[in-house]
T-cell receptor, first 112, second 117 residues
């Protein structure tokens, strides 16, 4: 099943549009953040990461923005494709202190 | 394929029973993590091992235990199972603990589906 059928907020976008997925993290001391993608029946897959000394980082079709003031992280996906349909999780950690803590996730549905 | 192998993929067992989930990390990875993904809790960190030693503990119940062996594979033991333990259990690995070396990517396995009836 899809991510064990979690009751998640859902973002529905049209194919070709840009998607923005948001995440509020809990620990103001966290200094490293990662976005993961989880497709149906699979484990989370690393997408992109960012350290707290940056506020923006770009990958291939994806951009992560970090706003430490309000403890907010976002993932922007350009030209969203049907293959982007999945559940997206943000994760945070504090260097030297603790393992990754995951957010609750957002389901992205791409309409053809 | 992430290179992290988990067995079994699916498991159905009765309440009160005990099961063992197995994980083989990616070649060269010393750190192993266990996560539980259930309907209402999302991905919950259970425990982390590094080179055979426990490094960090999360929301792991006393009925659960884990270990990492000299060959670096890990096992998660779940005992006195309850209906609420039904979940997807993920193992992940990284070269070093990501909390020690940011940018050290964690790779997840495909998970073990546990159903307690």
């Amino acid at each position: 099943g899809e991510s064990v059928g979690l009751h998640l907020p859902t973002l529905s976008v049209q194919e070709g549009d840009n998607s923005i997925i948001n995440c509020a993290y809990s620990n103001s001391a966290s200094d490293y953040f990662i976005w993961y993608k989880q497709e149906s029946g699979k484990g989370p897959q690393f997408i992109i990461d960012i350290r707290s000394n940056m506020d923006k980082r770009q990958g291939q079709r994806v951009t992560v923005l970090l706003n430490k003031t309000v403890k907010h992280l976002s993932l922007q996906i350009a030209a969203t494709q049907p293959g982007d349909s999945a559940v997206y999780f943000c994760a945070e950690t504090l260097t030297g202190r603790r393992a990754l803590t995951f957010g609750s996730g957002t389901r992205l549905q791409v309409q053809p | 394929d992430s290179g992290v192998t988990q067995t079994p993929k699916h498991l159905i067992t009765a309440t009160g029973q005990r099961v063992t989930l197995r994980c083989s990390p990616r070649s060269g990875d010393l750190s192993v993590y266990w996560y539980q993904q259930s309907l209402d809790q999302g991905l919950q960190f259970l425990i982390q091992y590094y080179n055979g030693e426990e490094r960090a503990k999360g929301n792991i119940l006393e009925r659960f235990s884990a270990q990492q062996f000299p060959d670096l594979h890990s096992e998660l033991n779940l005992s006195s199972l309850e209906l609420g333990d039904s979940a997807l259990y993920f193992c992940a690995s990284s070269v070093e603990g990501v909390e020690r070396t940011p940018g050290n990517t964690i790779y997840f396995g495909e998970g073990s589906w546990l159903t307690v009836v």
